[in-house]
């Protein structure tokens, strides 16, 4: 490091051998973004890849010791992966936290209606979305159903190229004097963001026509009925690919990349370490969590005590004698959540000196929060130093950040539960653009350089 603090463009300092890297890595970040567009669809891919790398499901161990691999599911939309650590675990663990829910467009209760001839599923938004955004875009249905019977059923419709899909109609402009005067908040109502999902009139009902050959079709192809909606879980998010952009080929563009690119890079980066035989001095985490969009509330989120459940178990199951207190107190952590990039037509909401470049590596967040700090976790000095330490020793590319300007709006991420906990947390992760949009947008070398910042995290 110089005298001066200057941001530096990835691109320019790396090998040829390290750019194939990066596009190697890329693609197989893509594969994973457009298999994984729901949190349940996360958990899965990453059990599969876990269960490929010799962890197992920690209920299927009496007994854990260093060099041991294992992970827990927390009702199938959050898992924590853990590998046994040669120390006892009062002396702390190395945790990275990432989130796998993503801003999307959620099924009322009982969704079903038909209105002049058009049957519609009324949706209730999941998240901070911009609500325009999601009018008259394809949209793919995923998610899980139980019929009366108590049978599962997994619900996949539109994200193969010979499949349906689906849509939300916008109000054409001809007609839409009204409701362009009002403000962006308003002028789209979230009571007429409906699905349509069919116009063909069943030929036998005497009422509801279209929404009788509705149910016809979903009860032929999923053995449901109409109340079983209310036993389901289904999302719709956006029916088109995550793939490169630019005519560089230098970003990829996707949904769900909050937080997504992290988790990627979260389970990647430990499962890589295994493979290039790395031994862990202390025992390290990396987990994935679920409902950080709205505030980490409820059982799979981070605020629920399953965490706690599972270092009690960990505690157990190593026959260590420490404190839960005592493994928190002596825990480091990256809150591993996206950042937000400088856009080259909104820069005036950035603080230039102190907001994230696209390309220049990643992003190093001391707080977040909103005003003066607000619901922040503010990592201390030493922390600070700590972490930039390890990656200058790694070489790994990083720029320093905050969200925004001072009152242009704010952010929170999940670093603020485990602060709570006495564990010393700093956001790190990847810069995105069109945060909260269908297709957001983040550098490939950004996305590469937080998988090998997390590497860097797990191994000291």
């Known amino acids: ?14 090998s040829q051998e390290e750019l194939d890297k990066v596009d190697v890595y890329s693609k197989e970040y893509i594969d994973f973004l457009n298999s994984s567009k729901t949190e349940r669809l996360c958990v899965d891919n990453a059990i599969k890849l876990l269960n490929e790398n010799g962890f197992c499901d920690i209920t299927n161990k009496k007994s854990l010791k260093a060099g041991d691999r294992v992970y827990f599911i927390n009702k199938q939309k959050s898992i924590f992966a853990t590998v046994i650590g040669q120390k006892d675990l009062i002396y702390g663990t190395n945790i990275i936290g990432s989130h796998i829910d993503s801003p999307r467009l959620d099924l009322k209760p009982m969704p079903l209606s038909e209105n002049h001839d058009i049957a519609i599923l009324k949706t209730q938004y999941y998240g901070g979305i911009k609500k325009y955004q999601w009018m008259s875009i394809p949209l793919a249905m995923y998610g899980v159903i139980f019929n009366e019977k108590g049978e599962k059923k997994n619900i996949a419709i539109g994200d193969t190229n010979d499949d349906t899909c689906f849509t939300i109609a916008d109000l054409l402009p001809h007609l839409a004097k009204d409701q362009m005067k009002a403000n962006a908040n308003e002028f789209i109502d979230p009571e007429k963001m409906s699905i349509i999902i069919g116009n063909i009139k069943d030929k036998e009902a005497k009422d509801h026509k279209v929404k009788e050959a509705v149910l016809k079709i979903l009860n032929k192809k999923y053995g449901i ?29 996707g949904y769900g990349q909050d937080d997504r690119v992290c988790s990627y890079a979260n389970l990647r980066s430990l499962i890589d370490l295994l493979k290039e035989n790395q031994n862990f001095d202390k025992t390290v985490i990396a987990m994935i969590v679920d409902k950080e969009e709205i505030g980490s509330v409820g059982n799979t989120s981070m605020s629920s005590q399953a965490f706690d459940m599972f270092i009690n178990i960990l505690l157990q199951k190593t026959g260590s004698k420490a404190d839960r207190l005592n493994v928190y107190y002596n825990s480091k952590m990256l809150s591993a959540d996206v950042a937000t990039a400088v856009d080259p037509d909104y820069d005036e909401v950035s603080d230039i000196q102190n907001s994230n470049i696209l390309g220049c590596g990643v992003a190093l967040e001391k707080y977040s929060g909103s005003g003066g700090k607000y619901n922040s976790s503010d990592a201390n000095a ?3 130093s700590e972490i930039m330490q390890i990656f200058d ?23 603020y539960i485990l602060a709570d906990k006495g564990v010393d947390v700093v956001d790190c992760g990847t810069a995105v653009l069109a945060m909260h949009s269908p297709y957001e947008v983040a550098s490939k070398f950004d996305v590469y350089m937080t998988y090998l910042s997390y590497k860097a995290f797990f191994q000291s």
């Open 1 to 14: 490091m110089g005298l001066m603090y200057d941001k530096k463009d990835i691109y320019s300092t790396l």
């Open 225 to 253: 009925q109409e109340i079983d909606f209310a036993r389901s879980e289904i999302e719709l998010v956006p029916a088109f690919d995550a793939k490169f952009v630019g005519i560089d080929r230098s970003m990829i563009g």
């Open 382 to 384: 030493e922390f600070m």
């Open 393 to 415: 020793k790694n070489k790994v590319m990083y720029q320093i950040g905050t969200l925004g300007k001072i009152e242009k709006g704010g952010g929170g991420t999940i670093a």
